[in-house]
């Protein structure tokens, strides 16, 4: 079992910054199996990756937020973490935490069908 709980969201106004965490227990603790992304969806659109965070600490961004934001992990907390700067009202979205099981040979895309465990998402609104 693999419970991922995400929290930090809120309200913020255009330009302000924002830090999510997500914290992982059960058998994703200090197993080093998996690698973990961010993803958010938005009113009346699909599920998007936001950044992902592999096993060798390399990180792929969206294009929407590259420059903005940042993927982090502190494996001693079991901890994700997603900093987010200079926010705009396009990034208001659901976010969500999500963990799949990867290798050195296996490396999950920046999209929802690789990813096997979910968080429950934390609200993340950005005024104009």
């Known amino acids: 079992q693999v419970q991922l709980v995400e929290s930090g969201g809120g309200s913020v106004q255009s330009g302000g910054s924002l830090r999510l965490s997500c914290t992982a227990s059960g058998s994703i603790s200090g197993n080093s199996r998996y690698c973990m992304g961010w993803f958010r969806q938005g009113p009346e659109k699909e599920r998007e990756g936001v950044a992902a965070l592999d096993k060798q600490g390399r990180t792929t961004y969206a294009e929407s937020v590259k420059g903005r934001f940042t993927i982090s992990q502190d494996n001693a907390k079991n901890t994700l973490y997603l900093q987010m700067n200079n926010m705009k009202p396009e990034d208001t979205a659901m976010y969500y935490c999500?963990?799949?099981?990867?290798?050195?040979?296996?490396?999950?895309?920046?999209?929802?069908?690789?990813?096997?465990?979910w968080g429950q998402g934390t609200q993340v609104t950005v005024s104009s």
């Open positions: 999500a963990a799949a099981l990867c290798t050195i040979f296996y490396i999950p895309r920046l999209t929802p069908l690789d990813y096997n465990f």
